[in-house]
């Protein structure tokens, strides 16, 4: 009874052809994130969203955007992948947005860039 | 600019001993701390948690304590066991915001 499914598991584009990663819950949580994880490096919050209130990290890079169309499923886009974009792409969950409310992670999407 | 820093990559342990996973912070203003335990092929998953208002938080197992003046967190495990073997990565959080995560310190304990 998996609550925070991604697909696919492993992902592999080649440099510059957009790719599309998928991310879906059971949870009915309002609150859904995109974290990047590099190879022995922490990982980093790309964007989430609040029910259908967008939020971007000020650091990511305008390369990376992310859909929500509804409450269960939540998409990042790489529109043109670099060889830097290689990682493992983390989705997490919770109820609220506050910390103390725990987020729930997918086994994540490891994406390699040839 | 790592404001959350595990600085021990790996940490073995002998079942039955005590886990000590240490996490320093930079940044003063943070006043909620998490860990997350990750095993391979799974995503990280809830742990522990405590609230800078608090020094020591206690679940089964599972301690951790907060120094709020050396900005140090720490993770104890007593007993260890086998099935503790996996990746524990300390967050933190200012003000109910995003959270900011270590690199992750990678846990053995043999039997």
């Not at chain 1, 925070?4 to 592999?12: F, S």
């Not at chain 1, 259908?52 to 269960?72: I, L, V």
């Not at chain 1, 910390?99 to 994540?108: D, L, S, V």
């Not at chain 2, 997350?36 to 092929?41: G, I, N």
Request: aromatic letters at 12%; hydrophobic letters at 30%.
């Amino acid at each position: 009874d998996a609550m925070v499914i991604q697909n696919p598991r492993y992902q592999v584009t080649q440099f510059g052809k957009p790719v599309t990663l998928s991310c879906s819950q059971t949870l009915n949580h309002n609150v859904m994130y995109w974290y990047q994880q590099k190879s022995s490096q922490a990982p980093k919050l790309l964007f989430h969203y609040y029910d259908k209130d967008f939020n971007n990290e000020a650091d990511t890079p305008d390369n990376f955007q992310s859909r929500r169309p509804n409450t269960s499923f939540c998409f990042l886009d790489i529109r043109s992948p670099g060889l830097g974009d290689a990682a493992m792409y983390l989705c997490a969950t919770s109820r609220d947005a506050r910390p103390r409310y725990e987020q729930y992670f997918g086994p994540g999407t490891r994406l390699t860039v040839t | 600019d790592q404001q959350v820093k595990q600085n021990s990559p790996s940490l073995s342990v002998q079942e039955g001993r005590i886990s000590i996973l240490n996490c320093d912070y930079t940044n003063s203003m943070f006043d909620y701390f998490l860990w997350y335990k990750k095993y391979p092929a799974e995503g990280p998953t809830f742990l522990i948690s405590i609230s800078s208002i608090k020094d020591k938080n206690e679940d089964g197992r599972f301690t951790v304590f907060l120094n709020k003046s050396a900005k140090h967190l720490s993770l104890h495990i007593v007993p260890s066991q086998p099935g503790d073997s996996a990746v524990y990565f300390c967050a933190a959080s200012v003000d109910g915001n995003k959270l900011v995560f270590g690199a992750g310190t990678i846990l053995r304990v043999k039997s």
